[in-house]
Every structure is written in structure tokens, then in C-alpha cells.
């Protein structure tokens, strides 16, 4: 089970852990119940990973933190930074989701 991390997600998840102050933690990612579309995804920032989350390592030195119910969403997905002038932003492109509100952080499966 894997999540695919993008050079610019990697890039931008370690300059926000330093800025943060978090240099040597990594970025949690889930997924919640909510949204417009009927599930979330969630972010944050957190200094260590917890007992039984998957640590995923991308370029960089950028790591995700990931719980075991939220990866059974994620596997196969690819984690990408938005950087166009609309929509600046984490995204994930998952291959399980069956449909997408417009700002892309919420979805369906």
C-alpha cells in the first residue's frame, strides 16, 4: 500500500515543516466523513508519526503521515501541490474516487 508523493508536494511539505518549526516531522494525511462530496481529505503537520501509521518518504526528505483507515482511501493515490492562481493547495488524485466537488477536496467513493 503506497501513496505517490510529487516533487512539488515534497518540496512545498518541507518548507512548510521548517517554517513551522517542524523540520524533522512530516505531514499527516486522512480522509474524513464530510464534505460537499461525502468524504474529506485532511492535512496537518505533526513532529512524529504515531504506532501504527504508514510513513511514506518522498524526495527531498519530505515524509506523510498516514493512519491504517484512511490509507485503505489513499493506496494507489498521488499526492500533488496545486500551485495554479485560483486554487493553491495540497491535492490528491485518487484513483478510487468515483467523483470530485470543484475544489477538489472532497470526493466520493
Known amino acids: 500500500m503506497s501513496i505517490q508523493i510529487q516533487d512539488v508536494a ?12 517542524v523540520s524533522n516531522g512530516g505531514m499527516r494525511v486522512g480522509v474524513k466523513a464530510g464534505g460537499c462530496s461525502g468524504m474529506s481529505y485532511t ?12 510513513v511514506i518518504e518522498g524526495n527531498y526528505g519530505a515524509k506523510i503521515f498516514v493512519d491504517p483507515k484512511s490509507l485503505i482511501y489513499l493506496n494507489g493515490s498521488v ?12 491535492v490528491f488524485h485518487n484513483p ?14
Open 10 to 21: 515534497a518540496q512545498k511539505i518541507v518548507a512548510l515543516l521548517e517554517k513551522n518549526g
Open 96 to 109: 478510487h474516487a468515483k467523483a470530485t466537488c470543484g475544489c477538489g477536496t472532497s470526493f466520493t467513493m
Open 79 to 90: 499526492l500533488d501541490y496545486d500551485t495554479s492562481l485560483l486554487s493553491k493547495g495540497f
Open 43 to 54: 492535512f496537518a503537520f505533526d513532529a512524529s508519526p504515531r504506532s501504527r501509521d504508514t
